[in-house]
T-cell receptor
Framework: DGGITQSPKYLFRKEGQNVTLSCEQNLNHDAMYWYRQDPGQGLRLIYYSQIVNDFQKGDIAEGYSVSREKKESFPLTVTSAQKNPTAFYLC?????????????FGDGTRLSIL | AQSVTQPDIHITVSEGASLELRCNYSYGATPYLFWYVQSPGQGLQLLLKYFSGDTLVQGIKGFEAEFKRSQSSFNLRKPSVHWSDAAEYFCAVGASYNTDKLIFGTGTRLQVFP
């Protein structure tokens, strides 16, 4: 079955450490997205990529970085500059670029601070 | 830029009762509207979408939503709720323009009593 795979499901970060969240899709979708979800808030866009080797900042990109070297993969790095990284991170993809397209979501990674 | 409001943070219904979840949006152009459902610890699943045409949209799992332009609303309904419908529901408005993003509401948590 096609879908989006996020790993790991749970991740713990130490102070001053960078961590990388994996997102892989086999849907052959062009566009991929990273969202952050905090309790009582909607999803907030961190980064998005409409084609390989290109990506744009979303609304809360500070302290995060991404790469898009392959169509199927869009890893997110949470850097030590992100002072409040504890959250649920969701990766999504859509067949075409543009924010009027339905997005397909992975099952998320929950990041906590040790 | 667009915005979405889900006025109800938490709703409780009895199994078999009808359900309506409210969503109000603000957007200067033609809205692209979505409802997603999220089970605990999971990603989001698309229930239905509205792009144009018939203002009553049918989705998966017996859900429907009605677009009312005059009220800037896109309320989600289900005639008879099942215990398995307990989850968090998110309304989202997509963009007609490439400079706008997909904006999510803060969600409504549905609890179902037997």
């Amino acid at each position: 079955d096609g879908g989006i795979t996020q790993s790991p499901k749970y991740l713990f970060r130490k102070e001053g450490q960078n961590v990388t969240l994996s997102c892989e899709q086999n849907l052959n979708h062009d566009a991929m997205y990273w969202y952050r979800q905090d309790p009582g808030q909607g999803l907030r866009l961190i980064y998005y990529s409409q084609i390989v080797n290109d990506f744009q900042k979303g609304d809360i990109a500070e302290g995060y970085s991404v790469s898009r070297e392959k169509k199927e993969s869009f890893p997110l790095t949470v850097t030590s500059a992100q002072k409040n990284p504890t959250a649920f991170y969701l990766c999504a993809s859509s067949p075409e670029d543009g924010f009027n397209q339905p997005q397909h979501f992975g099952d998320g990674t929950r990041l906590s601070i040790l | 830029a667009q915005s979405v409001t889900q006025p109800d943070i938490h709703i409780t219904v009895s199994e078999g009762a009808s359900l309506e979840l409210r969503c109000n949006y603000s957007y200067g152009a033609t809205p692209y509207l979505f409802w997603y459902v999220q089970s605990p610890g999971q990603g989001l699943q698309l229930l239905l979408k509205y792009f144009s045409g018939d203002t009553l949209v049918q989705g998966i799992k017996g859900f429907e939503a009605e677009f009312k332009r005059s009220q800037s609303s896109f309320n989600l309904r289900k005639p008879s709720v099942h215990w398995s419908d307990a989850a968090e529901y998110f309304c989202a408005v997509g963009a007609s323009y490439n400079t706008d993003k997909l904006i999510f509401g803060t969600g409504t948590r549905l609890q179902v009593f037997p």
